[in-house]
Nanobody
Framework: QVQLVESGGGSVQPGGSLRLSCEAS????????MGWFRQAPGVERDFVAN???????HVLQAVQVRVIISRGNATNMVYLQINSLEPEDTAVYSC??????????????????WGTGDQVTVSL
């Protein structure tokens, strides 16, 4: 079973930056598409970004200029860098994963594997 563990969340002031990390274990990391979703209270969970084993990326257009997704295959890690944070970025950010060989609607919430989430709070 794939296990995903997020870290790096917390509280930050508007305009600041934050980098979330997710470590995967249980299967070969090089077979996994890795990504991030976020969910604020009372709001449907939204796709943020993902990255394939070869480095192909998809990023939500609304945050594309502020978000960088990257991965380190040697360390089984995926990262989400968020710059120029706004209060609207406040949410629980969850790491998600799916084997690249198993087609799913990743952006629509289809990944089979999920972390437990990490809170990001942007406020003064």
């Amino acid at each position: 079973q794939v296990q995903l563990v997020e870290s790096g969340g917390g509280s930050v002031q508007p305009g600041g930056s934050l980098r979330l990390s997710c470590e995967a274990s249980g299967v070969s990391f090089r077979t996994l598409v890795m990504g991030w979703f976020r969910q604020a209270p009372g709001v449907e969970r939204d796709f943020v970004a993902n990255i394939s084993p070869s480095g192909q990326k998809h990023v939500l257009q609304a945050v594309q200029v502020r978000v960088i997704i990257s991965r380190g295959n040697a360390t089984n890690m995926v990262y989400l860098q968020i710059n120029s944070l706004e209060p609207e970025d406040t949410a629980v950010y969850s790491c998600a994963s799916e084997p690249e060989s198993n087609p799913v609607n990743f952006i629509g919430g289809g990944p089979d594997y999920w972390g437990t989430g990490d809170q990001v709070t942007v406020s003064l």
